[in-house]
Every structure is written in structure tokens, then in C-alpha cells.
């Protein structure tokens, strides 16, 4: 049996309700997405509540909303946020995205989304919610990200590299441009499997960067040391 939380150095998630447990995923969007003045921050899809704790670790001036359509997951976020230093500072809404109303321009928005786009469903229906794009896709992201974006601000989000021009063409229908990307590799020579993306109004250069995660296994390289050192134990 899988444990039923994942430590880290400054708070402690629990997962065991959730369908997509702590992954590297969420770990890599929490500690890259772009976090400068960002004062309202939304999380979309927030699960454990992983990404929206980190970004709240990140920058203390941070009020940050966080969005969840499943019940049990959103009931162990707020469990998660509410043991964290940084309780004040989020709250969690049990909500479907495509519903969520609100008055607020955020600075930053992330999300980590469903990745399956053309696999087929899998039988466990809460796994299926949290991993395919029947209830969060791209077209819906970008088309209500755009209007609730700060002139300024930055959509960040983490994808399947195979799914990064079907992503990037669908933030160009609503004027969302790329404007730093980074590929992610698991070790080198192997294929980029991940691409991070931060999103905003102004059409800009894009800023091209890669990061490799180990030189072998379970020997990280100094920059996913450099990414992620704040956060987990071991590093």
C-alpha cells in the first residue's frame, strides 16, 4: 500500500482520498510558475491542495484561490491547507471550473490539468475526473483564463510535450501567448516527456529553457537541486 501522505520540508500532504497522488508534476509547476507579484493567484484543479501550498510558501504576499470538482479531494485540500503555515492565506472551492464566478483578475493562474486527451477512460470515475479532459480541457482553461487574467499576468501550466502545439494553438485563439517554456527530461538522451508553459496577453519572444531531472537514478542534477530544494526533504 502507497503511503497516504508525502512530507515535505515545511508542510505535510495527504493524498489517500485523492485520485492523482504528489507527483513530480506538481511539485515542478509549484516551484517554477511565476510568482512576482503575484498577489491573486488561482489554482485550477488544485487536487491535494500541492501547488497552491507551495505558491503560498513561495511568496508571502500572495491570497490565493483554489478550485476542485471533486468532493473528497477538495475536502482533503482544505485538511492539507489548514495543517500548513499559510491557512489564512487560501481557500478552497469545490467547484466545476466552467461554474466558478467571481469579480477578481487574478496575476497568476496554474494549473496542472487531465493529460489523457484521446486515451480511453478508465473505469475508477473520481481517477478518470482527475486525469482526462471530460471535465477540464484545454478550450475551456484558456477561454476563461483569458478573461480572468490581469493585464500583466501569467497563466503557467504542466503538459505532456506531445500535447504542447494542441495547447499553444488553443491559447492563440484567445490572444494567450507564450512567454517562457521550459522541457523537462527525466535523465539525458531520453525525450522531453514534460513541457512547462507560462501564458500572457502581450504577444513576446518566447524564453526557450530545459531542465534535466537526474544524471541517473535517484541522483539529481544541480538545477532540479536549485528548482526544488526548498521543498523537499532530501534536497
Known sequence: MSNPYFQFK???IW???CA????????LLGAWAETENSQKILDIGTGTGLIAIMLAQRYSLSQITAIEIDEAAAAQAKMNIARSPWTKRIQVICNDFSLFQTDNKYH???SNPPYFVNA???????RNMARHTCELNYELLFRRSAHLLEDQGRICIIIPTEAEKLVIDTAWKYKLYPSRRL???TKPGKPS??????FGHQEQKCMEETLCIEIERNQFTPEYIALTREFYLKM
Open 10 to 12: 515545511q508542510f505535510t
Open 193 to 198: 516527456r514534460r513541457v512547462l508553459i507560462a
Open 15 to 17: 493524498h489517500d482520498k
Open 108 to 110: 497568476l493562474i496554474v
Open 120 to 126: 480511453l477512460n478508465c473505469p475508477d470515475k473520481q
Open 20 to 27: 492523482m497522488k504528489v507527483g513530480t508534476d506538481g511539485v
Open 183 to 185: 522541457h523537462v527530461f
